[in-house]
Structures are given as C-alpha cells and as structure tokens.
C-alpha cells in the first residue's frame, strides 16, 4: 500500500482510490445472468463495461468504449452462432456533467439478413440449414456467408429518447457498418490466423457529428476478458480469498467468447468545458410489446414487437447487480436509471456480503461503520481529487478522468489506483484491470484504513471502523494487460468453433 499523496489539495492514496469500485463487494463473474428477468434474454444481457484513455500508440487522445453483450459464448455455437437482437436496442450512455443523466447516447441497431443461399438437390433447390456454405474471407457480401450482420449508429445529444438524432457514418462513406460473423472455425477462415485478418476488416473509422476528428468503431466476438474463480465464489467461496495473490485458481471464463461492442471517441467531444470527468454505462432495452408468431415465413420473423423501449440492462461498475443488488430488486435494477439510484441506497450503506465473508473467514472481519459513508462517497461519487465530477449528483457508473495520461500494456498494473497506476480501475476500467481483487479489499475496509483518523480522503470512516484493515483478498486468478491485445478493440482473438477443450 502506498503512502498519501497530494493531489489538487486533497490527499488521496493509491488504494483508497481504488475504492470507487466498492458498490461490487465479494464477486462473481461481472454482470453474467445476474438477474431473473435477464436471464432469459441472453442477446441483451449486458455483462461489462470498459472506459479508458487509449493507450494504442499514437491515440492517448482518444477515449475507448467497450460493451459486452451475450455471455458464456461456448465457441461451437452452430449453426445460428451468437447475433444481436435486431429487436434490441443496444446504448453507451456519457454523462459529462456530473448530474447522473445522460449527455451523450450512442445507439446501436443490428439487421440481420438472410442471403438464402441454396443447393441443388435433385431437381430442387434447398436452402442450406447452415451460416456459411464454404471459406470465408471477404470484409462484406462474402459469396459463402448465408446470414449478413449489419448495423448503424446513432448519436443523441440530450435526454436519450427526446434529444437531438444524428447518424454517426462511415468515413469511407455511407451509414450502415458490417458486424464480423463469429468466428465459426479455422478451417472456414483458412487457418488459425485468419479469422483475426477478417476481423480487422470491421475496424471503421468514423465521422462523429460535432467532432472534428475522426473516432473508430469494431462490433463483433471476442474472446471473454473477464477473469474470476466464479465456479469457486458461488460455492461459498470454496477458497481461500487470504492466500497468495495468483494461487493458480481457475479462471473459469477462460474458455467462453463474448460480443463487443468497441466505440473510440475523441476526448474533446466527449468533456465539456471545465470538467473533465465523464461517466458511462451501457444498456440494452426490448419493445414493450412482442407478439409471437406461430408460423414465421422468412428468416428473423418469429415474433413482432411494438411500443416504447423497455430497458431491460444496465452495467457501469462491475460486480453491482450481480453481488449487491437483493435478489427481489435485480430487475428493477436492470431497467433502472443513475438519476434513480437513491431507491437501492440500502444495498451500499449496508452491504450483506462482507458479514458473509466474516461469516466464512473469520479471520477477514467485516467493516463496523454503519451506514458505510465510505462506499457511499467512492461508489456513487467518485474521489475528490482522482475521480470525483465538481458538481456530482450521486449515482453509479463507472468514472473516469480523461486528464490522467494513459499508461503502455508494459507499465500498467493490474491492481490499478491500488498498486499507484492512476490511469487504472477505479479511474475508467481497462481490459487489464483485476476487479475482483481490488472490490474484495475495499469492500472489507481498507479505505477506512487508509484514510487515517483524520479522514483525510474525506470517507466518513476511520481505521478502527475496519477490523480487517483491508485484508489482501483474492480469488487467486490474475492476469494483466500483456494478456490483451494493445490495439483497438483491445479484446483478443475469440476461440474459434473447432476448439476442443
């Protein structure tokens, strides 16, 4: 642990920074069918979101945006493979205020169209009962794809529903953009190198409107990010969060792929004037009606859908509905606003899963400061001083201060603002970022601990209101940014369909 610095005259340490995070608590595998409702609608279930400053060379100008959608990919998912709903609507939201609404809205919309590719079959022609008829190596209108994903985007400043629309293009040209299909296997794509060939067809470059220079846009799989002994966790923590830091658990989404969506937007269109600090989230939202067909004729007609947009997912911080959240409130969560957060202050103020921790490991005894004034201020405001808006109105999202340099793959530390790399989680969230750790430490106090009997971190606790003093937990999975690509999308190649594990 550090000692306190000084920054912007207020004394912050590298750990306590890492408290932003702490609405998550003990863990479980991100936002991975974490609510009932949810749960039964895989394409818009939204499993984790990602913002940082760039730190591809040459674009520390740029912020990036990742949404995760579709979880527990296994890679043989034939024939349909993983698509979204075209019925969906799929939203990053950017709060640049500081007021918990939403500035910025990027829309995604997703078309999916049937080539009806067909084989002669005797004197009639069948239509193919599979994805692809053959290699595929084309970026567009590859011969052999059966089925073509495609999507626009949209920009709405304002209110997301009543705001100003505007189209976000191609800058080659035109407004509806290729998802890459999945990566069905080596052999369609010529070998195991291949399928990351096509997928760089799909990296477009793109006009923003309002922004003078051009952003970058990828939709397609990728192989899953997060990291975490989620199997382990469930089971009553079935190991031991007091051991060594990487003790050889497994990760057990190591074998899953995952579907992204990539947005690289210009800092200076993203802040406005004096305040640095952006929030963002992602969403996804159904039609209110659907009206199931019985007998569809044509691909993608088995249902009708109308009315307004429902929200139905939600994710900024890691962790929150997953682990926090009651069970008789997760949904409500999902189709819940930040503006709306006071209705779930109970679940931060007082959190049920450090007694569960103390519970299992009495060793790691849970904090004592009730309400937990700690969580409240790091979770739904930020840090004053690292992350914290000037004006903020209290909600949760994820955070970040766009003034902090980015650092390479090669310096970052997986344990963020906690191991003195500010540009790291809870400052924005990168692929890097080890969540699971750093939630567990802060949530058993070491803020409180950090802080000193002064309060200098302004928390509302003090050491002796943290037993533990912010044990060292783990899950014993670690990876770190050398694990990722250090390139937009960031994400890796996703395992191919003939992977056999």
Known sequence: MSAFVKKNGVCVTALAGALALVFAAPVSASSHREAPFIANQPKVDGTDFYMFRSYEQGRQDYVTMIANYIPFQDPQGGPNFYQFDQNGLYEIHVDNVGDAKEHLTFQFRFKNTSKKLALKIGDKDVLIPLINAGPITAADKDPNLNVRETYTVDLVRGDRRRGTKTSVTNAAGGSEFVKAVDNIGDKTFGSATGY???????????????????????????KEPFYIAVGKIFDLFNLNPLGAEVNGNKNDLEYKNISSIALEVPIACLTTAGEPVIGGYTTASLRQGRLLNPSPKGFGNASKEGGPWAQVSRVGMPLVNEVVIGMDDK???????????????????????????QTLFPAAKAPTNFPRTDL???????????NQPKNVVPSEMLRLNTTTAPLPAATQNPLGVAAGDKAGFPNGRRPGDDVVDVSLRVAMGALCTLTGTGDALKVGCKPGDAPAGGLALTDGVRKTAADFKGVFPYLNTPLPGNFNN
Do not use: M, W
């Open 196 to 222: 990351e060939t096509y997928a760089n067809k799909h990296i477009y470059n793109v006009v923003i409107p309002g922004c003078a220079t051009p952003g970058r846009v990828f939709v397609g799989q990728r």
């Open 331 to 357: 949904d409500r969560f999902n189709a819940s606003k930040p503006s709306g957060d006071g209705q779930f202050i109970n679940y931060v103020t007082n959190p049920t899963l450090p007694a569960l921790v």
């Open 376 to 386: 409240v201020t790091v979770f739904l405001k930020g840090l004053e001083g690292l």
